[in-house]
């Protein structure tokens, strides 16, 4: 059993949020290993742009098997906007004063990469109470929001540079998801000590619930079943998949997660109308629980993301036994290279055409193998060890010193 106090901050992210669930897996963990916990969130659900009602909240509170704080918060309607900036700087404020009351020297606060206000704050109680802070980096800012406008873009740096210069040299350690994303740490900060922690898969999710689906039996077909667990934001770009689909009509792709209001959902549905493609189809947000039930039957989970990060639907795939093909050259071509759990190419339909085409079922069912080889590194369950083990070795030496 660990005695001293854990705080997390998950903003956007806790029991109440229905995509994103890293910071409450790692609460449950620590609960379940005797630890106390406090979970600090808001009451604005950054995925649907809408607040949380009193009701959901209560109820929220009462399953809830620790400590769990909801605070209202301004909230926004787009990702780019002042009024997400002043949101976040008051929410950030707000919690810096309530948690100097409330922490001792020897808790420890947890706290996501965004936003940079938080991260600033949190390394203020770092050097007046002396607690030990860690930053779970899953995204960088400036760098991963795209701001069209170049003036506004050189503001939002420089308003990020202002908070980060200084504060992320106080965190005491820090967890990254995704290799480049240590460029950005180290921009900041030469020594503050990192280690790689994925976001995993979740076994609860996955083991024992996808039937055996031996490739060698379904290569008869002929038939590939490609996937894309994404909605349609600005930073997935399927154009290239799609204008491949529309001469390969022994391929089917399945968009999941798309609700119709992604960024790019009204070009994806004309160019699909336009060219007549009917080897497309679209499903809506699904249920964590019910993943599962939509990639059984798929063959290749496909990452068409413009931006570098290693993110959730990788670890769908490696959960569901998918082989992946990256488009790009980004930390999770990097990544999927490594483990040889799939392939990449290059971000245009010429190259994945080629790929696609040199894709055999013998190819398919011997990424297959390596997928099984290696899923279990990155199950969620052996990544909460390693951060359990970081975390307490450092509290322990805080406490000697």
Same mark, same amino acid.
């Given at each position: 059993?660990?005695? #001293? #106090?854990?705080?997390?901050?998950?903003?956007?992210?806790?029991?109440?949020?229905?995509?994103?669930?890293?910071?409450?897996?790692?609460?449950n963990f620590l609960h379940k290993n005797g630890t106390q916990i406090e979970y600090y969130t808001t009451n604005f659900y950054h995925a649907e742009k809408r607040k949380f009602t009193s009701k959901e909240i209560a109820k929220e509170k009462t399953l809830c098997p620790y400590k769990l704080f909801v605070y209202p918060v301004l909230g926004y309607a787009t990702n780019i906007s002042l009024r997400r900036?002043?949101?976040?700087?008051?929410?950030?404020?707000?919690? *810096?004063?309530?948690?100097?009351?409330?922490?001792?020297?020897?808790?420890?606060?947890?706290?996501?990469?965004? /936003?940079?206000?938080?991260?600033?704050?949190?390394?203020?109680?770092?050097?007046?109470?002396?607690?030990?802070?860690?930053?779970?980096?899953?995204?960088?800012?400036?760098?991963?929001?795209?701001?069209?406008?170049?003036?506004?873009? @050189?503001? *939002?740096?420089?308003?990020?540079?202002?908070?980060?210069? @200084?504060?992320?040299?106080?965190?005491?350690?820090?967890?990254?998801?995704?290799?480049? *994303?240590? @460029?950005?740490?180290?921009?900041?900060?030469?020594?503050? /000590?990192?280690?790689?922690? /994925?976001?995993?898969?979740?076994?609860?999710?996955?083991?024992?619930?996808? /039937?055996?689906?031996?490739?060698?039996?379904?290569?008869?077909?002929?038939? *590939?079943?490609?996937?894309?667990?994404?909605?349609?934001?600005?930073?997935?770009?399927?154009?290239?998949?799609?204008?491949?689909?529309?001469?390969?009509?022994?391929?089917?792709?399945?968009?999941?997660?798309?609700?119709?209001?992604?960024?790019?959902?009204?070009d994806v549905m004309t160019f699909i109308k336009h060219n007549e493609i009917k080897n497309v189809k679209i499903v809506g947000v699904v249920a964590r629980e019910k993943m599962s039930d939509y990639l059984r039957d798929k063959d290749i989970g496909l990452l068409p993301m413009i931006t570098t990060s290693i993110p959730n639907k990788i670890f769908d795939y490696l959960g569901a036994k998918l082989p992946?093909?990256?488009?790009?050259?980004?930390?999770?071509?990097?990544?999927?290279?490594?483990?040889?759990?799939?392939?990449?190419?290059?971000?245009?339909?010429?190259?994945?055409?080629?790929?696609?085409?040199?894709?055999?079922?013998?190819?398919?069912?011997?990424?297959?193998?390596?997928?099984?080889?290696?899923?279990?590194?990155?199950?969620?369950? @052996?990544?909460?060890? #390693?951060?359990?083990?970081?975390?307490?070795?450092?509290?322990?030496?805080?406490?000697?010193?």
């Amino acid at each position: 059993m660990y005695n #001293k #106090k854990i705080l997390l901050v998950g903003p956007t992210e806790s029991v109440l949020t229905k995509r994103g669930n890293r910071f409450p897996d790692f609460a449950n963990f620590l609960h379940k290993n005797g630890t106390q916990i406090e979970y600090y969130t808001t009451n604005f659900y950054h995925a649907e742009k809408r607040k949380f009602t009193s009701k959901e909240i209560a109820k929220e509170k009462t399953l809830c098997p620790y400590k769990l704080f909801v605070y209202p918060v301004l909230g926004y309607a787009t990702n780019i906007s002042l009024r997400r900036v002043i949101s976040n700087f008051l929410f950030s404020s707000f919690l *810096f004063l309530k948690l100097i009351l409330r922490v001792k020297r020897f808790d420890s606060i947890i706290i996501p990469s965004r /936003p940079v206000e938080l991260i600033f704050f949190i390394s203020l109680i770092k050097t007046i109470k002396g607690t030990n802070i860690y930053l779970d980096i899953q995204d960088i800012w400036p760098d991963a929001l795209q701001i069209e406008h170049k003036f506004k873009k @050189n503001v *939002f740096t420089h308003y990020c540079n202002l908070f980060l210069r @200084n504060s992320l040299k106080r965190y005491t350690y820090t967890f990254y998801t995704a290799p480049s *994303f240590v @460029n950005w740490l180290r921009r900041y900060s030469k020594n503050t /000590p990192t280690a790689f922690l /994925p976001l995993g898969w979740e076994k609860g999710r996955w083991e024992d619930k996808l /039937p055996i689906v031996i490739p060698s039996i379904k290569k008869h077909n002929n038939v *590939f079943n490609l996937v894309v667990v994404a909605q349609l934001q600005h930073q997935i770009d399927i154009m290239p998949v799609l204008d491949f689909l529309r001469t390969n009509l022994n391929y089917n792709l399945t968009i999941i997660g798309e609700d119709g209001s992604g960024e790019r959902y009204e070009d994806v549905m004309t160019f699909i109308k336009h060219n007549e493609i009917k080897n497309v189809k679209i499903v809506g947000v699904v249920a964590r629980e019910k993943m599962s039930d939509y990639l059984r039957d798929k063959d290749i989970g496909l990452l068409p993301m413009i931006t570098t990060s290693i993110p959730n639907k990788i670890f769908d795939y490696l959960g569901a036994k998918l082989p992946i093909v990256v488009l790009g050259k980004n930390d999770s071509s990097d990544f999927v290279d490594k483990y040889d759990i799939g392939w990449s190419c290059s971000y245009n339909s010429g190259s994945f055409e080629s790929l696609m085409k040199s894709i055999s079922w013998d190819d398919l069912i011997n990424k297959k193998a390596n997928v099984e080889k290696v899923r279990m590194h990155f199950c969620r369950d @052996n990544l909460h060890e #390693k951060f359990f083990k970081i975390v307490t070795a450092e509290c322990s030496n805080l406490h000697k010193s």
